[in-house]
């Protein structure tokens, strides 16, 4: 069956559930009022005929009855939210399959970077691109190690395969996933860094970690509290416990800024560390097969026996408790019970215990919902492949490669590279597909450099250090023309060719932003200094005249190119080998008016 289809059949499934749980929700919301109308009767009646007795027992029982079905409504609305959530996140695979994804709020717009060696030039960022495409992650370390995946340098074959295995795992757990998916969607926050609370729980208050500190701040109320009781039985002094009580609200004021500070940071993470648990529940509880997954989720305990979700959970309670203090009428009881210096001793005993390993929890959760964002391509687009990682020096052989992000308009081309055709000419005239057939190639790479599946019945390739120079402006800022940040950009790529990574680079329209002979002169220069290097690439052009490298075999001649059809220019996108014969920017004047 395919994925469309199963989809279909849970959302008729989830919305079966939603409209009973709907039903009883408006239920329990009818029965909350008749419990409070049936209280007001019953309290009138029993106190007009002085039965007191029965008015408190009866007005106790209304407001246990009053109580359940409070307790009982939160249940529901906490299902009926967790429900719409699966439905939501099945609707959007159905969008993703027929390619309308481009609404999609995580588009991964702060990960945008010009300067980065590939991801600009290769729309890896933004409206319409691979990260808005595959996204499911919904924390930020999850967002964050996906935008990593697909930017990391200098890959290596072990890894790429130990992950291609953890992917195939867990595209076959689809349901798992989207248990997965709504945790961390029922509850994150957007863009809550990590790293804060990460330096948190490795930083220390030894003050609160003195036995003598904490058994004088957990013994204090209690003997305060008995000091009033017997003051009230008159069988001891009450200026005791008054000093008692007057020590206990000087304390509660005592570093009072330094305490707020320390729990603002803590508190501002109370939905993320709900989030952490739920989902760090989840992974515990699934049992993995590949070696990459297992290894992620032995990071979960130690030699202790301290486990991730359960030391989450403690945390959870803490933060909660925390969160108590915030009301103004919980001061009396604060000042009482020392809360706040019961609360750092918490604290400082999950540092303690738990500190070190927090960072690990949350890359394992980074990880594994980034692995899940692949995981789910896998599963959703059948026909993708994973691709055979090679040892063999500078080889791209790819078939019916297409571009992952034109979902509904793909065009599958074959192409190979390998000595001594490792640098491929692309001629075309203009709108013909050159530009889109480099970015083709480009993606699918990193796709299959992070583990994943590649848009292509077939792909085998070496492990390349990307390098593009496609998308390249001018920078009023630093003062660069356009011109002059293309040649910056060109020779980074030149300076990658000198070390110990086979190089692969991609050359949209090389040095158009000068004049025809310097562009030409120049390109040939540098595409021979690049062949020399053993970099492995493509390269488009206008320059025609470039085809006659060929003859020294430092390129291969491929083209792409239109015809007509009731005078309108069509394309078919279709890689063909030799140079472009044709050109239509004139025709194109002529269809738009300029002529």
């Given at each position: 069956?395919?994925?469309?289809?199963k989809?279909?059949?849970?959302?008729?499934?989830?919305?079966?559930?939603?409209?009973k749980?709907?039903?009883?929700?408006?239920?329990?919301?009818?029965?909350?009022?008749?419990?409070?109308?049936?209280?007001?009767?019953?309290?009138?009646?029993?106190?007009?005929?002085?039965?007191?007795?029965?008015?408190?027992?009866?007005?106790?029982?209304?407001?246990?009855?009053?109580?359940?079905?409070?307790?009982?409504?939160?249940?529901?609305?906490?299902?009926?939210?967790?429900?719409?959530?699966?439905?939501?996140?099945?609707?959007?695979?159905?969008?993703?399959?027929?390619?309308?994804?481009?609404?999609?709020?995580?588009?991964?717009?702060?990960?945008?970077?010009?300067?980065?060696?590939?991801?600009?030039?290769?729309?890896?960022f933004?409206?319409?691109?691979?990260?808005q495409?595959?996204?499911?992650?919904?924390?930020?370390?999850?967002?964050?190690?996906?935008?990593?995946?697909l930017?990391?340098?200098?890959?290596?074959?072990?890894?790429?395969?130990?992950?291609?295995?953890?992917?195939?795992?867990?595209?076959?757990?689809?349901?798992?996933?989207q248990?997965?998916?709504?945790?961390?969607?029922?509850?994150?926050?957007?863009?809550?860094?990590?790293?804060?609370?990460?330096?948190?729980?490795?930083?220390?208050?030894?003050?609160?970690?003195?036995?003598?500190?904490?058994?004088?701040?957990?013994?204090?109320?209690?003997?305060?509290?008995?000091?009033l009781?017997?003051?009230?039985?008159?069988i001891?002094?009450?200026?005791?416990p008054?000093?008692?009580?007057?020590?206990?609200?000087?304390?509660?004021?005592?570093?009072?800024?330094?305490?707020?500070?320390?729990?603002?940071?803590?508190?501002?993470?109370?939905k993320?560390?709900k989030?952490?648990?739920?989902?760090?529940?989840?992974?515990?509880?699934?049992?993995?097969?590949?070696?990459?997954?297992?290894?992620?989720?032995?990071?979960l305990?130690?030699?202790?026996?301290?486990?991730a979700?359960?030391?989450?959970?403690?945390?959870?309670?803490?933060?909660?408790?925390?969160?108590?203090?915030?009301?103004?009428?919980f001061?009396?009881?604060?000042?009482?019970?020392?809360?706040?210096?019961?609360c750092?001793?918490?604290?400082?005993?999950?540092?303690?215990?738990s500190?070190?390993?927090l960072?690990?929890?949350?890359?394992?959760?980074?990880?594994?919902?980034?692995?899940?964002?692949?995981?789910?391509?896998?599963?959703?687009?059948?026909?993708?492949?994973?691709?055979?990682?090679?040892?063999?020096?500078?080889?791209?052989?790819?078939?019916?490669?297409?571009?992952?992000?034109?979902?509904?308009?793909?065009?599958?081309?074959?192409?190979?590279?390998?000595?001594?055709?490792?640098?491929?000419?692309?001629?075309?005239?203009?709108?013909?597909?050159?530009s889109?057939?480099?970015r083709?190639?480009?993606?699918?790479?990193?796709?299959?450099?992070?583990?994943a599946?590649?848009?292509a019945s077939?792909?085998?390739?070496?492990?390349?250090?990307?390098?593009?120079?496609?998308?390249?402006?001018?920078n009023?800022?630093?003062?660069?023309?356009?011109?002059?940040?293309?040649?910056?950009?060109i020779?980074?790529?030149v300076?990658e060719?000198?070390?110990?990574?086979?190089?692969?680079?991609?050359?949209?329209?090389?040095?158009?932003?000068?004049n025809?002979y310097?562009?030409?002169?120049?390109?040939?220069?540098?595409?021979?200094?690049?062949?020399e290097?053993?970099?492995?690439?493509?390269?488009?052009?206008?320059?025609?005249?470039?085809?006659?490298?060929?003859?020294?075999?430092?390129?291969?001649?491929?083209?792409?190119?239109?015809?007509?059809?009731?005078?309108?220019?069509?394309?078919?996108?279709?890689?063909?080998?030799?140079?472009?014969?044709?050109?239509?920017?004139?025709?194109?004047?002529?269809?738009?008016?300029?002529?």
């Open positions: 069956m395919h994925p469309t289809n989809y279909k059949k849970r959302i008729e499934k989830y919305e079966t559930l939603l409209k749980l709907n039903q009883n929700i408006s239920l329990l919301s009818r029965l909350r009022l008749l419990t409070i109308i049936a209280l007001i009767a019953t309290a009138a009646i029993t106190t007009e005929y002085k039965m007191y007795d029965i008015a408190w027992l009866t007005t106790a029982g209304f407001i246990l009855v009053f109580a359940f079905f409070v307790f009982r409504h939160k249940k529901l609305r906490d299902s009926h939210k967790y429900l719409t959530n699966l439905n939501e996140i099945s609707k959007q695979s159905i969008m993703r399959i027929n390619g309308e994804w481009t609404s999609f709020k995580n588009n991964g717009e702060g990960y945008l970077n010009e300067e980065h060696n590939y991801s600009y030039d290769l729309d890896l933004g409206v319409g691109s691979l990260f495409l595959i996204n499911t992650a919904n924390t930020y370390i999850g967002k964050a190690k996906l935008a990593s995946m930017t990391k340098y200098n890959f290596n074959k072990e890894t790429i395969i130990k992950k291609q295995q953890a992917i195939k795992e867990l595209a076959s757990k689809k349901w798992w996933r248990r997965l998916q709504v945790e961390g969607k029922m509850f994150t926050e957007e863009n809550v860094d990590t790293d804060y609370l990460t330096n948190w729980a490795n930083s220390k208050q030894s003050l609160y970690t003195k036995p003598s500190v904490i058994i004088t701040l957990k013994t204090l109320p209690i003997v305060t509290a008995v000091t009781v017997l003051a009230y039985f008159s001891c002094p009450s200026f005791i008054a000093i008692l009580v007057s020590l206990q609200f000087v304390l509660l004021i005592v570093s009072i800024t330094k305490r707020n500070k320390e729990f603002t940071l803590i508190y501002k993470y109370q993320s560390i989030a952490y648990r739920h989902i760090l529940t989840q992974i515990d509880k699934c049992k993995f097969k590949s070696s990459y997954l297992k290894e992620l989720k032995a990071k305990s130690n030699n202790k026996n301290i486990s979700p359960n030391q989450l959970k403690k945390l959870e309670r803490l933060v909660t408790r925390i969160g108590n203090r915030n009301n103004q009428a001061f009396p009881i604060n000042g009482l019970t020392l809360w706040d210096y019961q750092l001793i918490q604290l400082e005993k999950f540092k303690s215990e500190g070190s390993m960072k690990d929890w949350l890359v394992t959760i980074g990880e594994i919902e980034a692995l899940c964002s692949f995981a789910n391509i896998a599963y959703e687009f059948p026909q993708w492949q994973f691709p055979e990682i090679t040892d063999q020096d500078s080889v791209i052989e790819a078939k019916n490669i297409a571009h992952p992000l034109l979902t509904n308009k793909q065009v599958a081309n074959d192409i190979t590279m390998q000595s001594p055709n490792a640098i491929l000419l692309i001629t075309g005239s203009n709108m013909s597909g050159k889109t057939f480099l083709t190639i480009g993606i699918n790479l990193v796709l299959a450099y992070a583990g599946p590649v848009c077939y792909l085998k390739c070496s492990v390349f250090n990307i390098n593009t120079c496609m998308r390249i402006s001018d009023l800022n630093k003062g660069l023309s356009s011109f002059y940040a293309e040649l910056l950009r020779k980074e790529i300076e060719t000198k070390k110990d990574k086979q190089v692969f680079f991609l050359l949209d329209e090389i040095f158009k932003g000068t025809s310097d562009r030409h002169i120049g390109a040939k220069r540098l595409i021979k200094k690049l062949k290097s053993g970099a492995v690439g493509l390269v488009s052009t206008h320059d025609l005249e470039l085809g006659d490298l060929q003859e020294n075999q430092v390129i291969k001649n491929y083209h792409f190119q239109e015809y007509y059809e009731n005078d309108e220019i069509k394309f078919d996108y279709k890689l063909k080998n030799g140079i472009s014969k044709t050109r239509n920017a004139l025709q194109l004047m002529k269809i738009i008016g300029i002529d």
